[in-house]
Structure formats: C-alpha cells, structure tokens
C-alpha cells in the first residue's frame, strides 16, 4: 500500500515537474496577489495611506478664521493632503471644478465667504443662513470612501465649531451668574464650577451650537443630476470588465485543446489561409464578450435602475474592450504551452490586472508606482471609458482616447500572440 | 500516365539533423503509392511537406501541376488529408465535424449535405451521424477520419498510418475501402510500417529509412529483387566479412552490425538450408546464436536493405495504438 501511495506521489512529482512553467505560477500566483492586492488595498482604508495620501484641494474664501483653521488641522491629518495653492495662487472655487471635470483631482472643500459670521450665529436669527461646506467629488468616487472621507471632515469640523462657539457659551453661561449680584459672590464662585461643568456636558452642537454645519456632497458633472451615483451605478462597469477578461482563460484554452487534438494540423490543410482560421476562432468569443456585456448592463437597468449614458459611447468602449480581452487571450494561447499553464496564467492576469486596473480599489488611492503601472493595464482604460459615459455622463468624443488605446492594447496583443503562436 | 504528386529534391533540416534528405519521387493519376518505413524514418516529416503543414528546406512539390509553394490555397484544395491521429470535435455529431470540413473546402448547400449521406454511408456510419463523436469507438473514429478527408472529392488522398489500431478485420475493411475508392480514380498515397498491408494494397511504393528513399518500385519487381528468399543469421560475437566468405556459396552475403548476418538466396533451395548453413558456419569457425528463413516479401526487403524489421517499432507504440483494440459497442 504505501509503496503505491510512494509510486503515484513520485511519478505526480515527475509530472509536475515536466511542466515547470505551470507549478511556477502556482507559486507566483500567490505572491502576486499578495503585493499587487496589499499594496492596491492600503489606500482604501482610513481615506488614503501614510505613503500615499489622499489629495483634496480646499477652497477658502471665508472672511474670517474658522475655514483656515479647519483646513489646518485636516492638513495634519497624516493620511490626507489637503492642497490650497496650485502654481503659487490660492485654489479658486472654478480652477478646483476644472480640475475633478478633468479628472486631475477628485476631491474639493468649498468654504464660503460667511463661514466664520455663520457658525457664530444662533440658530434661530433667521437673518443668517446656516453655515454650508461643499465637499465636490468626482462622480465615479468609491461610495465608502467618500462616506468615510465625509465622516471624518465633518468630526474635525465639529471640533472647530465648538472651539469657536466655545467663549461665546462661556460667556452666556457667565453672565446668567452675574445676574445674581455682587453680594453674593462668594457663594456664586461656589456655585460656578458645577453650573459650568453642567454647560459643557451639555455642549454637543446640537443643543449648544444651535447651529450645525452641513455638509454637502457635490458630484460634479453627473449623468444623474447633482447627485451621487449609487454603488451599483459605480460598480457594474467594473464587473463587466472583470467578466469580460474571463474570456482569455476560455479561448486560451480552446487554442490549446485544438493544439493538441491536431484539429488545427489537419485545418491547414485544406484551402484556408491561417489569417482566417485566427479570426474565424476568435469571432465567437468576441461575440460571446459583447453578449456578456450587454446581458450585465442589462441586468443593472432592469434590477437597479442603471444609467447607461450615451449608447453610442458605451458600445465603442465595449467594442474597444472586447478585442482587447481577445487579444489577451490569443496572447495567453500563444505563451501557454499546456492546459495547466492556461489556466494558470488566465487567472493570475484576471485577478491582478483586476486589482491593478481599479477594479477592486480606486487607481488614484494606490501608491504612485501602482498609479503608473495601471496605466499599463486593459481594464483601467476600460473602467475610465465607462465611468465617463455612465457616471460622468460624457458622450463619444470624450471617450475616444480611451478607445484608442484599448484598441491598441489589443493590436500589441495580437501582434506579440501572432509572432508567438504554433499551430503544432 | 499523368503525374497527381511530383516531388523534386524535397528536404527537411532541423538544426543539424537531417530529417529528410533530397526525396524524388512522382505519384500517377489512379495509382496507390506506399511511403514505407519504420517510425522515425521520415514518414510524417515528409507527408507534412507534402501538405504544407512542415516548410521544407528545399525542394518542390507539385500537385496536380501546381507548385504547393506558390499556390498553396489552390494546391491544397486537391489534396484529401488523413491525419494519423484522429483530428476532429469530439463534442460535435459526425454529421457537424463534416459540415465543418466540408464548408472550410468550399463545399455548401445540397451539395454539401449530398456528400456528408455519400461519404458516411462509404464509411458505413451512416446510423451514427446525429451521434456525438466522442461516443464513438476506436474503429468508427477512424472511419470517420477518414470520411473527412474524402468529403470533398480530392485528386489524391493522401493517409498518415490509417490502421495503426485497428484489428485485423477493420484494417482489412478499410484496405478494401480503399481499394473500392482506387478503382473508382481516387489516386492514394499511403503511409504505413505494415510491409504485409502495403504489399496488398499498393502499385508502387518507396521504402523510406532514416530520411532517405531507399527503394522505390512495384512491390513484385522489389521482391523479385530479393531472389528466392533471405536467411537471417544471427552471431554469437562479431565475425569480420572473410570469415563469412564459405556462407557465400548459398547467395549474396549482407553483413549488418557484424553480429548479424543476411544470405540472399540465389536458387529457391531451402531444403535443408539449416544443415548447409550449420556445416558452412562450423567451416568457418562461426558460433550461432539464430537462424531464420524469410519468404520474398516487401517485410524481407526492407530487412535486407537495412538489417532491421519495419515491424519492431511497433512495439514501442502505446498500448491504445496496439493492433487489436477495437472496441466497437
């Protein structure tokens, strides 16, 4: 018995061992995604990473001191970096919308210019309206990120509100006690410490400030007018992508199992150029892609309600996306040399190109080399082209250069597959 | 007659090794040509070439009067392939594979579904045609690997081992077959390392060893070659060719490996041929180890031009590819 056991396990070994590619990626596999999902995740939680911050332009136009202080203690905080001046001048409210319309930026603080007057105000002198900060996104900003940036504005806002309120209290409080007379001052000295400690217990902004600062969440240039798109809005596009590039591991494979079938051998020769033979097996999955495609937008219109923008631009990013995850697959079918390195090859490109591509976690989070690298990636050209026409509501024009370079992703693909690929 | 197959000069080198060296040879309208030889002769290297799967490094090939070289799309259209392995979609029905290879040579509409009844009633799976091929056995396979390759009407067929395992009986069907499809004009080239299957069925054939033609006629003019039959001897240790010398009064002496040695047998005089030799050997100071007596044949050939069996690479093949391992349900 154990001899068999010893048999099999060594003949296993020798067979793993003839395919050394394929047992290689089982070991980078995991290393890969170690690096490439760590590094991409850092940013996600807390707002941004030590390492990478979180860049938000501020727009001061207040007249007095509570927005500047407000931006001071936000610059402090070690995972945001909070940008006032560009070129040596003060972020204006225009320069910062520009900048997020042109994706340069994601993030602006408004402050207006009553700010200071209006936190100091009461709550019920109708003469002054309520004290209001713009926070402007972009509006293909990660919804939980935006919920926690905003969390943690408004927590240091609040501080700033009941440090500038605070004398205000005190002063009300005080002179509730000089109302008493000056007879009895020992007594009141008595009676001051508890009385103010009772004041400040009960100094939460609601009931002390009177006036509570809102802030407001406004996503620029939106397909769904001013306001936020939803998670399935944000998501949807990076699933279809996702799901489209699973495509490589099933054509790689169809590649591999008419290799080695010699299905492609006995092709070649009948009367059928080899250009031919290529794009007649790739049409079907390019195909099968944009099906795919279709059938996840339409799931998210008719169960979610989702915008899909101009159809015009959509479908050229669809078209543009589904050649490149053909040619992708062409590629792999072309490295490959075995049914084992397919499947392993296919499934590290898919998750890391993914998580590199911001699928998983926002581009503009990750660290700047991961920036670069995704640059380099299919999917992130995809999920911008998306992003443009069904959050950012941008038509053809604007998705061009997205287009364009998933175009030529697919056509370096097919080139590197072409010099690559045996039918033998 | 008219030349289907013309083959000029045609080499094949990979690296250093020559595969195949400067092969000549032509191919007439209606004739069966067998391209013998053992496995790793160079058999498969050159019915690549042959169908422009494998470039040759130089040489021609002419088909039909077209240079595959130069017109291969219009070259290959008159060539029907059998691949030695089963190439087709084992998850599609016989009548789809057909439809596939018929449409890739041009074939469609009713002539295409005319061909697909023709061709699948020759191979007799006319009753499985909607079936999935993979739910077919190791026999009816090969009969329809064949049928793919005779779809579309071709000028010659040309057929890569087509009974290697099959029993005896569907090797005898399919020769038949192809016998049938020969008398009907279908000019044939056809591989194999069965001496005994290519005797039967071929007008001509060459007889291929380590990349080179070494023989090429009808298989009668190559026995008749071989005289009245060859002796094989084989030795206890070395001899140099002197000592054989008394062995020559029975025939033409062959030496091969200098531990085993062929007597072409000038006169038809096997009475007593084990007598005569053990006198002649013990004449000659030569210890035997073996003997054996081989009736003319293209098998007796091919071992007396090259001291080795065509058959003993068969033991080598895997045990699915062995003789005999028809399974038909």
Same mark, same amino acid.
């Given at each position: 018995?154990?001899?068999?056991?010893? *048999?099999?396990?060594?003949?296993?070994?020798?067979?793993?061992?003839?395919?050394?590619?394929?047992?290689?990626?089982?070991?980078?596999?995991?290393?890969?995604?170690?690096?490439?999902?760590?590094?991409?995740?850092?940013?996600?939680?807390?707002?941004?990473?030590?390492?990478?911050?979180?860049?938000?332009?501020?727009?001061?136009?207040?007249?007095?001191?509570?927005?500047?202080?407000?931006?001071?203690?936000?610059?402090?905080?070690?995972?945001?970096?909070?940008?006032?001046? !560009?070129?040596?001048?003060?972020?204006?409210?225009?320069?910062?919308?520009?900048?997020?319309?042109?994706?340069?930026?994601?993030?602006?603080?408004?402050?207006?210019?009553?700010?200071?007057?209006?936190?100091?105000?009461?709550?019920?002198?109708?003469?002054?309206? *309520?004290?209001?900060?713009?926070?402007?996104?972009?509006?293909?900003?990660?919804?939980?990120?935006?919920?926690?940036?905003?969390?943690?504005?408004?927590?240091?806002?609040?501080?700033?509100?009941?440090?500038?309120?605070?004398?205000?209290?005190?002063?009300?409080?005080?002179?509730?006690?000089?109302?008493?007379?000056?007879?009895?001052?020992?007594?009141?000295?008595?009676?001051?410490?508890?009385?103010?400690?009772?004041?400040?217990?009960?100094?939460?902004?609601?009931?002390?400030?009177?006036?509570?600062?809102?802030?407001?969440?406004?996503?620029?240039?939106?397909?769904?007018?001013?306001?936020?798109?939803?998670?399935?809005?944000?998501?949807?596009?990076?699933?279809?992508?996702?799901?489209?590039?699973?495509?490589?591991?099933?054509?790689?494979?169809?590649?591999?199992?008419?290799?080695?079938?010699?299905?492609?051998?006995?092709? !070649?020769?009948?009367?059928?150029?080899?250009?031919?033979?290529?794009?007649?097996?790739?049409?079907?999955?390019?195909?099968?892609?944009?099906?795919?495609?279709?059938?996840?937008?339409?799931?998210?219109?008719?169960?979610?309600?989702?915008?899909?923008?101009?159809?015009?631009?959509?479908?050229?990013?669809?078209?543009?996306?589904?050649?490149?995850?053909?040619?992708?697959?062409?590629?792999?079918?072309?490295?490959?040399?075995?049914?084992?390195?397919?499947?392993?090859? *296919?499934?590290?490109?898919?998750?890391?190109?993914?998580?590199?591509?911001?699928?998983?976690?926002?581009?503009?989070?990750?660290?700047?080399?991961?920036?670069?690298?995704?640059?380099?990636?299919?999917?992130?050209?995809?999920?911008?082209?998306?992003?443009?026409?069904?959050?950012?509501?941008?038509?053809?024009?604007?998705? !061009?250069?997205? *287009?364009?370079?998933?175009?030529?992703?697919?056509?370096?693909?097919?080139?590197?597959?072409?010099?690559?690929?045996?039918?033998? | 007659?008219?030349?289907?197959?013309?083959?000029?000069?045609?080499?094949?080198?990979?690296?250093?090794?020559?595969?195949?060296?400067?092969?000549?040879?032509?191919?007439?309208?209606?004739?069966?040509?067998?391209?013998?030889?053992?496995?790793?002769?160079?058999?498969?290297?050159?019915?690549?070439?042959?169908?422009?799967?494998?470039?040759?490094?130089?040489?021609?090939?002419?088909?039909?009067?077209?240079?595959?070289?130069?017109?291969?799309?219009?070259?290959?259209?008159?060539?029907?392939?059998?691949?030695?392995?089963?190439?087709?979609?084992?998850?599609?029905?016989?009548?789809?594979?057909?439809?596939?290879?018929?449409?890739?040579?041009?074939?469609?509409?009713?002539?295409?579904?005319?061909?697909?009844?023709?061709?699948?009633?020759?191979?007799?799976?006319?009753?499985?045609?909607?079936?999935?091929?993979?739910?077919?056995?190791?026999?009816?396979?090969?009969?329809?690997?064949?049928?793919?390759?005779?779809?579309?009407?071709?000028?010659?067929?040309?057929?890569?081992?087509?009974?290697?395992?099959?029993?005896?009986?569907?090797?005898?069907?399919?020769?038949?077959?192809?016998?049938?499809?020969?008398?009907?004009?279908?000019?044939?080239?056809?591989?194999?390392?069965?001496?005994?299957?290519?005797?039967?069925?071929?007008?001509?054939?060459?007889?291929?060893?380590?990349?080179?033609?070494?023989?090429?006629?009808?298989?009668?003019?190559?026995?008749?070659?071989?005289?009245?039959?060859?002796?094989?001897?084989?030795?206890?240790?070395?001899?140099?060719?002197?000592?054989?010398?008394?062995?020559?009064?029975?025939?033409?002496?062959?030496?091969?490996?200098?531990?085993?040695?062929?007597?072409?047998?000038?006169?038809?005089?096997?009475?007593?041929?084990?007598?005569?030799?053990?006198?002649?050997?013990?004449?000659?100071?030569?210890?035997?180890?073996?003997?054996?007596?081989?009736?003319?044949?293209?098998?007796?050939?091919?071992?007396?031009?090259?001291?080795?069996?065509?058959?003993?690479?068969?033991?080598?093949?895997?045990?699915?590819?062995?003789?005999?391992?028809?399974?038909?349900?």
């Amino acid at each position: 018995m154990i001899q068999h056991i010893f *048999a099999v396990t060594v003949k296993e070994f020798k067979v793993l061992w003839h395919d050394r590619e394929a047992l290689a990626l089982l070991f980078i596999m995991p290393v890969f995604f170690i690096l490439v999902m760590s590094l991409s995740l850092e940013g996600v939680y807390g707002g941004g990473s030590r390492e990478q911050p979180l860049e938000i332009l501020a727009v001061n136009e207040d007249q007095g001191q509570a927005a500047g202080k407000v931006i001071l203690d936000l610059g402090k905080m070690e995972r945001l970096t909070v940008v006032e001046s !560009l070129e040596s001048a003060p972020v204006t409210l225009r320069k910062a919308q520009d900048l997020i319309r042109t994706k340069k930026y994601r993030l602006a603080l408004h402050f207006g210019d009553h700010f200071s007057e209006r936190i100091q105000s009461e709550s019920h002198d109708n003469t002054i309206e *309520a004290p209001v900060i713009s926070l402007m996104v972009d509006p293909a900003m990660n919804l939980q990120l935006v919920s926690s940036l905003r969390g943690t504005i408004q927590g240091v806002v609040e501080r700033h509100l009941i440090m500038a309120r605070l004398p205000h209290i005190v002063h009300q409080g005080l002179s509730g006690l000089g109302e008493q007379g000056a007879p009895e001052m020992a007594q009141m000295l008595n009676a001051l410490t508890p009385q103010l400690e009772d004041i400040f217990s009960n100094a939460d902004i609601g009931s002390l400030g009177n006036r509570r600062v809102s802030l407001q969440v406004v996503p620029l240039r939106s397909l769904v007018n001013n306001r936020q798109p939803t998670s399935t809005e944000q998501n949807v596009p990076g699933y279809t992508i996702f799901g489209v590039f699973f495509i490589v591991l099933t054509l790689a494979s169809s590649f591999i199992q008419e290799k080695n079938d010699g299905t492609f051998q006995r092709i !070649l020769t009948a009367p059928l150029s080899k250009a031919a033979l290529i794009l007649g097996k790739l049409l079907p999955y390019y195909l099968v892609n944009l099906v795919q495609i279709a059938l996840m937008f339409a799931v998210g219109v008719a169960f979610f309600d989702l915008r899909l923008g101009n159809i015009g631009a959509l479908f050229l990013i669809s078209l543009a996306l589904s050649a490149s995850a053909n040619a992708m697959g062409l590629l792999v079918a072309a490295v490959a040399k075995t049914e084992a390195q397919v499947n392993g090859l *296919a499934v590290l490109l898919a998750i890391t190109l993914s998580a590199l591509g911001g699928m998983m976690v926002p581009v503009f989070l990750m660290p700047g080399f991961m920036k670069t690298m995704s640059l380099f990636t299919p999917h992130a050209w995809a999920l911008s082209g998306y992003h443009d026409v069904m959050i950012r509501g941008l038509g053809v024009s604007a998705v !061009l250069d997205e *287009a364009g370079v998933l175009l030529g992703f697919s056509v370096l693909f097919f080139l590197i597959a072409l010099w690559r690929f045996r039918f033998e | 007659m008219q030349d289907i197959l013309t083959v000029v000069n045609l080499a094949k080198r990979y690296g250093s090794r020559q595969a195949v060296a400067a092969l000549n040879f032509r191919i007439c309208q209606g004739e069966i040509f067998g391209l013998l030889g053992p496995n790793g002769a160079g058999k498969t290297t050159t019915i690549g070439m042959l169908t422009g799967l494998v470039d040759p490094s130089g040489g021609q090939v002419m088909i039909d009067g077209l240079d595959l070289r130069q017109s291969p799309l219009e070259a290959k259209a008159k060539i029907g392939f059998v691949p030695q392995d089963f190439a087709f979609y084992p998850t599609l029905s016989a009548r789809d594979n057909l439809i596939f290879f018929g449409r890739i040579y041009g074939l469609h509409g009713r002539l295409l579904r005319q061909r697909i009844v023709d061709t699948l009633q020759m191979v007799e799976l006319a009753d499985r045609a909607e079936h999935t091929v993979s739910t077919f056995s190791h026999g009816m396979k090969r009969r329809l690997n064949i049928a793919i390759g005779l779809l579309h009407h071709p000028q010659i067929l040309i057929l890569d081992e087509p009974t290697i395992g099959v029993d005896a009986h569907m090797r005898q069907t399919i020769v038949e077959n192809l016998k049938t499809l020969n008398k009907r004009g279908l000019t044939i080239l056809y591989t194999t390392h069965h001496m005994q299957e290519a005797q039967h069925l071929c007008h001509r054939v060459a007889i291929m060893d380590k990349g080179n033609i070494i023989a090429t006629d009808t298989p009668s003019a190559l026995m008749a070659a071989s005289g009245k039959g060859i002796i094989r001897i084989r030795l206890s240790k070395p001899a140099l060719r002197e000592q054989m010398e008394p062995l020559a009064d029975l025939g033409s002496l062959t030496l091969f490996d200098s531990t085993v040695v062929h007597i072409q047998l000038a006169a038809d005089t096997t009475d007593n041929i084990f007598g005569k030799v053990a006198v002649l050997a013990e004449k000659a100071d030569i210890a035997l180890t073996g003997i054996d007596i081989l009736e003319p044949s293209l098998e007796s050939v091919f071992l007396h031009l090259t001291g080795r069996s065509a058959m003993i690479d068969n033991a080598s093949l895997p045990d699915n590819q062995q003789p005999g391992v028809e399974d038909d349900p």
